[in-house]
């Protein structure tokens, strides 16, 4: 009772980890693949056109592209950093119930090792009962220990949440579309050789 006990208030806290999988795959590698793709057909275009045309709408063109391309760069680097993020918070939720598992499975392998196994047989039931407590105290203090890992995770984690917002928020936006670029006089074809 006390084990599951143990495990439910780690799920309380942490949440529960088949659920932290879908977040991160929200983020998975295609996502970030499109993202750069984008990005490098932009560069392409830029190329294509850079051979067929020129002129000063060109010019306000070519650097809106530019522009816009940086936006590209500036969310490909965004989504590699929440990506981060989320795969350690995946790691250190994991983590953190495999502790628990292991500190519920040692304090009962050491209270069984106590006992000799078979509560019915031992002699010495004071002596017993007082290694069980004093492993019971162990078991406590560990706990405790794994709280403040915990504890710590939690902090970590809303640091890292933080700046993954603040890099959202500081995303280079596209500038506007300049309006010369709509000029049609202002569009030269490029001499072929």
């Known amino acids: 009772m006390a ?12 949440g529960h980890p088949e659920k ?13 693949k499109e993202i750069k793709k984008g990005r490098e057909d932009l560069v392409t275009m830029q190329s294509d056109l850079a051979a067929w045309w020129e002129g000063s709408a060109y010019d306000a ?6 522009g816009f391309s940086k936006s590209f760069e500036s969310l490909e680097k965004v989504m590699a950093d929440v990506s981060d993020v989320l795969e350690g918070m995946a790691k250190l939720v994991n983590e953190t119930y495999q502790k628990a ?31 069980v407590v004093k492993l019971l105290g162990q078991f ?10 915990i504890t710590d995770f939690l902090y970590r984690y809303r640091e890292q949440a933080r700046n993954a ?15 010369s670029i709509s000029i049609p006089d202002a569009w030269d074809v490029r001499t072929q050789n």
């Open 20 to 32: 932290v999988e879908p977040m991160i795959t929200r983020w998975d590698p295609d996502a970030f």
């Open 101 to 131: 598992i292991k500190l519920i499975a040692e304090t009962a392998a050491a209270i069984l090792e106590a006992t000799g196994g078979i509560i019915g047989s031992i002699k010495d039931w004071l002596g017993a009962l007082g290694e």
């Open 165 to 179: 917002a603040q890099a959202v928020a500081r995303i280079e936006l596209p500038p506007t579309v300049p309006t």
């Open 61 to 66: 063109f070519n650097k809106y592209m530019e």
């Open 3 to 14: 084990a599951k006990k143990v495990v439910d208030e780690i799920r309380d806290i942490l």
């Open 140 to 149: 406590v203090r560990l706990y405790g220990d794994l709280m403040a890992s």
